[in-house]
Structure formats: C-alpha cells, structure tokens
C-alpha cells in the first residue's frame, strides 16, 4: 500500500501545497532545512573566525584563538556560546514572527538551522549532551502561550535523540533587555533565574553536558545567569550556549 499513501500525500500537496515560510513558493515537505534555495542561500552564516567564549564574528585573518574586546577581563559562566546565523534580514524576520506572531510551526525550520552549530567541533565531540532550554517567566509565557526556546529543543531533541530537560525557571518578571546596555542587562537579570521545582533536578544535571538553548545571542547576559544557577546549584561540569542567530556584528554584503 506504500503507492496508495504516496498517491494520497501528493492529492493533499497539490491541493494544501507545503510552502517556504520566507516566500510562499511551493516546498518539497522532505527539504531539509524547510526553505526553498533562494531563501537559504539569503542566510547569513555565522563562520569562523569567532570568539572562542561569546561566538562574536571576527572579519578579517586570524590565526590561532580569538577572545573579543567584550570577553576580556570578562567572567562568564558558560563554557562557550555559538550561534548558527547572524540575526540579519530573512532570518530576524521568522525569529520575529515565531516569537511575536505566534507561528510556533516555524520551530520546526529554526530548529533545524540550530543543528549546524554541530559543526563546532566543540559541540560535535561529545554525544552526551542535555538540551535546557532559557526559560520565560510564568506570566510571559502565559502571555506568549509558548516559550520558543522550549519549541526548538523538542525540534532538536527529535533530530538527536538528546534529552530535553526544563532544568530552569525564571523567578521573577525582569523589564526589558532591548534598550539597556551590558552592564544594565546584568543587574537586570541578577537573581531573575533559579532550578525547577523538581527533586530530582540536581541528580539529573549534576556532572553533565548542558546544551543552553535560545533563540539569539545578544550580549550573553541572560545566558551568563542561566549557567551560573546550573553549574553552582546544579553542579552541571560544563554549559555551552547555542543558539539559531547572533544580534551584533552584522554580516559583510
């Protein structure tokens, strides 16, 4: 019968074609990532050089390892952060739309784009990873009715077979990151971050591999205070932070 469910898949695209979410033009539902050719090839990739701790583009010859301007003399509790993307055009505009219009299935496309941060040799090495996503606040996600950071773990998790593990909460509502700078954001988002409310959270987490997952990657403030609770309280060994695209240093042409 596998010519009859393949006859009847082909009725159903012809009548509700599978469509790129950035042009609308009919998609082949195997593509993988889901955008059509000309929507791929305008992604801006994120591609070394980079800083080795924050994932910050460098434009120009380096040779050997980069630390930023931004990370030096700067602690940070995560191990290292990369982003697949810079946030640029076509892709800022699905995060967008993901996060603000409330189109959860594009989860399943930005997902996907945050698996080639597996080409990081850094990430790619090791097959025991836990996926934690950053969590929303209680009343923001009540508001949103989803956390998009949750959404591209379960992608993630279904394309690795990694766990997924809500190991984080937020404990208070902090105001707005968008318009404060590295400094406000940090005491912005102090104290903001604790381990759920389960028991067997620390045994869970504590001499693990943590995946940190978000969307973007803007000055690391937030990812810095999701770290600091899994590493001190959860005793997690390492957390490395990736996520689909990275505010900053914009892409050359």
Known sequence: MTWFRKG???????IYPHLC???NDPLDRERFPALCD????????????????????FHGVLHGALNCWNCR???????????????????????????????????????QLLLRNWEDRRIERHRDWILVPVPLHRSKE????????DELCRVVAAETGLERLGALRRTRATASQARLDQEMRLENLKGAFA??????IVER??????????????????????????????????VAVITVAR?????LG
């Open 8 to 14: 009847g898949q082909a009725i159903v695209d012809l």
């Open 21 to 23: 979410p950035g042009c």
């Open 38 to 57: 000309a929507c791929s090839f305008s992604l801006h990739p994120l591609d070394p050089p980079f800083c080795e701790v924050c994932g910050e583009k």
């Open 73 to 111: 003399g700067r602690a940070v509790s995560f191990d290292f952060a990369r982003s697949g993307y810079h946030a640029h055009e076509l892709l800022r505009d699905l995060i967008h739309r993901l996060k603000y219009g409330r189109e959860i299935a594009l989860s399943r496309l930005l997902g």
């Open 142 to 149: 009540q508001e949103r009715q989803f956390n998009q950071a």
């Open 195 to 200: 381990l759920a409310k389960r028991r067997d």
């Open 205 to 238: 987490i504590a001499g693990r591999r943590i995946l940190l997952v978000d969307d973007v990657f803007t000055t690391g403030a937030t990812t810095h205070e999701c770290a600091k609770v899994l590493k001190g309280h959860g005793k997690a060994s390492m």
């Open 247 to 251: 505010a900053g240093t914009p892409p």
